[in-house]
């Protein structure tokens, strides 16, 4: 028979057993963590019409967009999660109790050019609130917590969530007589940390084209820095000159306000005036998320405060806020990085029920106790010799072997092999159970993420 | 602006958040139960190229398949989790340790005809074990433990797991030398239970066109019954005319042999000869289950023996046995026929914090306090009227509802209001907690499905 290659497309991350249960173990976390907040889970489908998915049209969505056709139907692959969920909150608003908080985890689809790093098929792991037609200001101050929580479960301790206001940026501008140019201006500025604040000053005025006095006091605004308390004293200097700051200047407070209450110590959360978040739709709050030691990644989590999010399918008034994080190039970099711990199981089982008999039953019935004492095991099924056996239960990393020979069969125990230390103990079934017990539960208090 | 009406495609389960909650209760007792038997999860592309998922061939799977172009490639969406699990072993074959067990839990793709029940989108969740050269018959004997622990941790307690050996069946027809008509008269012999025995006779001999002999042969066959023992007993009256029925019967002996050692109760497993399973792949033990109460929705999770997962991809020969379940349409069937058992917590919460002063500082101090106790906690954040509050919490179904006015911040307390029984107490945030996890505790020993 002519074989057919197997392969698996490029751009789409296929993981072997062992980083796969690494990922399983961050997928949980985000699961549990989201939850802890009173998010409930949503699973919307992957596949949506096509007019539904580009209602909002716009050019790099709709280059990179997997669309198809199957009988009359015209279809597209989700290429982010937020869209979904505009389409389920409109169409079963009426069975909703608002504010309406969810997550949700799952898989988006995008047509990039492929490239090292680059996913075409990623998860996205999503938590939004949605009011109908008012959200208290309170769930802005309340994302900084979940944000906190999320990453600090996952191991990680060095990173910092950053925050600023949209209604501050643009009640600035206002106020400077630049609202036109703030899409430009704000482009700019972002780009602050990688060019520096003079080459910013050189781009301000020739290619947005403002004047020597407006970039100095651009320049002077984002330099505004310090300890929170001192950003926001700081920006009351430029308080009474236009409503839209003083709202958000507001606002912003009140974020600040809460971060004790919530749990979010200061060291993990500053206020950044340079941060605008490219989407248009942001309205209040703005979030990035960076690991210290490594800025170069970018932001890991992004998200803010939007007024409208279901426009283009109602009517109805929907403000809300939410983040995202990128699950699947963050765990690719913190891969390539080597920041995942190793010391957690990836193995399949924690125990290896090696039978050295030609009769199975005693090693079945060693298994089944185990699994009911809430052990994953394997029972090793194979006529191999003892090395081949024992070199499976290397290569899969499984910490714990059991072996039941006549002897161990005639006294009703097992033998337990520690692969790690190399001990071995002839121990009943309730003793190794306990004893594996233990084990695991110190390795699964280690965390994802080594810090 | 012109709206775009919001709708979800048909054949596209889409839940509101209270069955997704019961979902995800079905999908993670699915993870866990398949980890407990040392089966490493696995996660795919949904996408691969078509000449992968097409590489069998064959008629209803093309029709049915959802396949489109991105540029040059030629694309699909999956159709089932085994042709990407054999891409995947044929790929990775040098990286992993055989057995090779593996499951999945995932959405697969099949554009059939729109009815109510069915669906083009729909979870699968399957287990395989995969052989280098050979498996051993004892794999094959220990997956209706796992098909009995699976849908016992489910809830499900009237049910039965049926098999049979393909090689019973094949060395069966050959000794009557009909294995030519062997395929006609397996699908036939199917129908038994629909149309009776009178019909089965007169099908085999008008339609597939046996002599009398021959189909009273094959309904005396058809017709052995009684337990486990009985079974295999009457079997022995054919030993010694085909080298394949003597085999397979010692395979189908190894089976029932090891069921108690693997704590499969005889009362939930029964040898029913008239199972064949239409793949044409399956080659030892095949397995179906049912719902005793409800045999008219069919198996609800089949699977067996193959002896070639991956001949398409490569020349290595690669034995396995699995079974898969077809969860979203089971869920729906459990939903429609009310066995989902409604006294589990679909709510986002257990607690719902409801502030009743205007600064929330208390209010997120004590929902930071319940997560940290790991509690599910919400902290209700909108200006509304205290019924509008009160009646958020009943309908989310949040059983706890803790306020926090003036007089409770002065003491350092909260008031947790047990929602269903309408008990109030005045507590402190320790004692309140304790109460939760007592009460959380409670309901979680609940299982998903009420037998």
Request: hydrophobic residues 40%; aromatic residues 10%.
């Amino acid at each position: 028979m002519v074989k057919i290659s197997p392969r698996t497309l490029s751009g789409f991350m296929e993981l072997l057993p062992a980083p796969q249960q690494q990922m399983e173990r961050f997928l949980q976390t985000l699961r549990e963590t989201y939850s802890l907040y009173g998010f409930t889970p949503l699973d919307t489908p992957l596949v949506e019409s096509a007019e539904i998915l580009l209602a909002k049209g716009g050019g790099e969505t709709e280059k990179q967009i997997y669309r198809f056709s199957k009988g009359d139907a015209d279809l597209a692959l989700r290429f982010d999660l937020t869209v979904p969920l505009a389409k389920y909150v409109a169409l079963h608003a009426g069975e909703l109790a608002f504010p309406f908080r969810r997550y949700q985890i799952g898989k988006v689809y995008r047509g990039e050019r492929a490239q090292r790093g680059r996913f075409r098929e990623f998860y996205q792991a999503d938590i939004d609130v949605i009011g109908d037609g008012k959200l208290d200001i309170a769930n802005e101050a309340e994302i900084p917590a979940v944000i906190y929580s999320t990453f600090t479960r996952l191991g990680l301790e060095r990173f910092q969530i950053r925050v600023n206001n949209r209604k501050i940026l643009n009640g600035f501008y206002a106020m400077q007589g630049l609202s036109e140019k703030a899409g430009d201006i704000m482009r700019t500025v972002d780009k602050l940390d990688k060019i520096g604040p003079e080459k910013v000053r050189i781009c301000l005025l020739e290619d947005v084209g403002l004047s020597e006095a407006q970039a100095d006091e651009i320049l002077k605004f984002i330099a505004i820095s310090g300890s929170n308390a001192q950003v926001l004293e700081q920006l009351t200097g430029y308080q009474g000159r236009n409503e839209l700051f003083d709202l958000g200047l507001e606002e912003l407070g009140a974020v600040v306000k809460y971060l004790a209450a919530f749990g979010v110590p200061e060291t993990h959360f500053a206020v950044d005036l340079t941060i605008a978040r490219g989407l248009d739709y942001y309205t209040g709050t703005v979030y990035e998320t960076l690991m210290l030691e490594h800025p170069e990644i970018g932001s890991i989590c992004s998200g803010g405060r939007y007024d409208n999010l279901a426009e283009y399918y109602t009517d109805r008034q929907l403000p809300g806020v939410g983040i995202s994080i990128g699950v699947t190039r963050l765990f690719y970099v913190l891969q390539e990085q080597k920041l995942l711990n190793d010391g957690l199981n990836t193995a399949p089982a924690e125990v290896l029920v090696l039978p050295m008999t030609q009769d199975l039953t005693a090693a079945a019935e060693a298994a089944t106790f185990l699994r009911a004492a809430g052990i994953r095991t394997q029972l090793y099924t194979e006529q191999k010799k003892f090395k081949a056996k024992m070199s499976y239960a290397d290569k899969l990393g499984i910490p714990f072997v059991a072996f039941l020979g006549e002897d161990e069969i005639a006294q009703g125990k097992i033998s337990l092999k520690n692969m790690q230390s190399g001990d071995q103990q002839l121990l009943t079934l309730a003793e190794a159970a306990a004893l594996v017990q233990a084990a695991m539960a110190d390795r699964a208090a280690g965390k994802l993420i080594r810090s």
